[in-house]
């Protein structure tokens, strides 16, 4: 297995490779050996874990996940380092795959355990990527990922400061997000034009976020900052006929911004006014089930907890889904 790579190694490897550093790929190589300890550190990685690293470059953080022992998947777009990759890392646990990782299919995620996505994120692409890696529904048991320091800080901000906006709370919606430590431009040949920092997402239990309605959610969030400085009572005039009602519910001042609600509190707006004047949701009858006969003849209903408390001979109906690729699709049922 190979070792991590100080200044030296760096430009020697890129000679080797016939790499010349690309702006519009956005590689900074990452030289600070210790540094790469420390990040990979903050993963938590063990043997039972598959590792998926976006821009893998020259492999100085996938020394470092590999030393511990987990299966690693490295994601490269630059086909010359992809070369170096391969030769470099001659282990079975480890797989360089030659591609852009914005059209790698997560799906294949699901079918592993311990899932954790690292990677040191071309700025231009950054908002992209981790949407397309930690956006929900999602495998992950743990991101962390390297951005540029604005950015990092905005995903990580807290409610009432100048950083916390849309892309925030659909980051938050679903994970805690921490900024564990800004990085200096000095560690990375060639030294970017800003500084970087860490930031980990851990997922948050899907029981306790609540969204009724995930895309009218995004929607009202998206509505609320797109004027920073108006007031939300004027931004959503036309979905809260109310504003003084719907403001004490959620706890929130008359005048609030949209920078002044948390995580929770925009939750609830939503679920509040997912139905035209905040009215709530009416409750659905329970589902019931027809009651069958050995001969599969109805003899009555019941709902579902009495067919389960019951052990109640009932009709069940199942539809497997596959497209050409044999790929099934999975049905997602309502709560």
Not at 54 to 76: D, F, K, Q, T, Y
Not at 101 to 115: H, K, M, P, S, Y
Not at 214 to 241: C, D, H, M, P, W
């Amino acid at each position: 297995m190979a070792r991590s790579v100080n200044l030296s190694q760096i430009r020697t490897a890129l000679t080797q490779a016939g790499v010349r550093p690309a702006k519009r790929l956005g590689q900074n190589f990452l030289h600070d050996q210790n540094l790469a300890r420390w990040i990979v550190q903050q993963a938590q990685i063990n043997p039972e874990d598959f590792v998926l690293e976006i821009g893998p470059g020259l492999g100085a953080l996938s020394s470092e996940i590999l030393r511990r022992g987990a299966r690693l998947v490295g994601l490269e777009k630059d086909a010359r380092l992809v070369a170096f990759l391969r030769e470099k890392f001659s282990n079975s646990k480890c797989e360089i795959r030659h591609c852009d990782a914005l059209d790698f299919d997560t799906r294949i995620l699901f079918a592993e355990r311990n899932v954790k996505v690292i990677g040191n994120l071309p700025y231009y692409v950054a908002s992209q990527l981790l949407l397309h890696f930690v956006d929900y529904p999602g495998p992950i048991s743990l991101g962390l990922f390297m951005l540029q320091d604005e950015m990092a800080r905005r995903l990580s901000a807290k409610p009432q400061t100048a950083d916390y906006g849309a892309l925030t709370l659909r980051l938050q919606l679903h994970h805690r997000v921490e900024y564990l430590r800004k990085i200096p431009r000095t560690v990375f040949v060639p030294e970017p034009e800003v500084a970087s920092a860490i930031v980990r997402f851990t997922p948050r239990d899907e029981g306790q976020v609540g969204i009724s309605n995930y895309k009218f959610f995004r929607e009202i969030v998206k509505r609320g900052f797109s004027q920073r400085r108006k007031q939300l009572r004027k931004l959503l005039t036309t979905n809260v006929s109310n504003w003084e009602d719907t403001a004490k519910k959620i706890r929130a001042p008359l005048t609030a911004r949209a920078e002044e609600l948390s995580r929770g509190q925009w939750i609830e707006l939503a679920n509040l006014i997912a139905l035209d004047d905040g009215k709530p949701a009416p409750q659905a009858a329970p589902e019931r089930f027809p009651i069958v006969d050995e001969n599969d003849r109805k003899i009555g209903t019941a709902t579902r907890q009495e067919v389960h408390e019951n052990n109640s001979r009932h009709r069940a109906v199942h539809i497997l889904i596959f497209n050409g690729t044999g790929e099934l699709l999975l049905q997602k049922r309502s709560s």
